[in-house]
């Protein structure tokens, strides 16, 4: 019985370790330079990055450089509208999208160095792979 529950809480301690390490790993994932691949479910043909700080958010769209604050608790995640540069150019209605999809993020998922960010109604609205450096 003694050799029974000393296993058992071997493996719980493992598994909370484990847990623990991949929250970790994902926490500092979360803060990469992120290349944007598709919006709103379509496959994007501009280059749009997004670099994450503890509370700032940057990055290079269609167009212009942007900038801005955010919010985070766990997976929730709100954005504030950015500021950008005025820059005009022929893919300004892209980036706008972009800029009006980063206000309506509610939360996010990271899978497999891929990042996912979704509405309130779980609505996948942008994906982003680890840019190239």
């Known amino acids: 019985m003694k050799t029974i529950l000393s296993l058992y ?7 909370c370790a484990t847990k623990q390490s991949e929250v970790q790993e994902t926490n500092n994932l979360l803060y990469s330079n992120w290349q944007l691949t598709h919006l709103n ?3 994007v043909s501009f ?8 509370t ?5 769209a269609a167009c212009n450089g942007y900038n801005g604050s955010y919010s985070i608790s766990k997976n929730d995640l709100t ?16 980036e706008q999208a972009y800029f ?4 309506k993020i509610n939360h ?3 899978t497999n160095a891929i990042l996912q960010f979704y509405d309130a109604e ?9 840019a190239k450096t």
Request: charged fraction near 15%.
């Open 79 to 94: 954005f504030d509208f950015p500021l950008s540069t005025r820059m005009a150019c022929n893919n300004l209605k892209y």
């Open 108 to 110: 996010y998922k990271i």
């Open 56 to 60: 700032r958010y940057s990055g290079r």
């Open 41 to 43: 479910n379509e496959k």
């Open 122 to 130: 779980n609505n996948l609205l942008m994906t982003f792979t680890v």
């Open 9 to 15: 809480s071997m493996l719980l301690l493992f598994s």
């Open 100 to 103: 009006n999809a980063l206000t």
């Open 47 to 54: 280059k749009t990055t997004l670099v994450l700080t503890t």
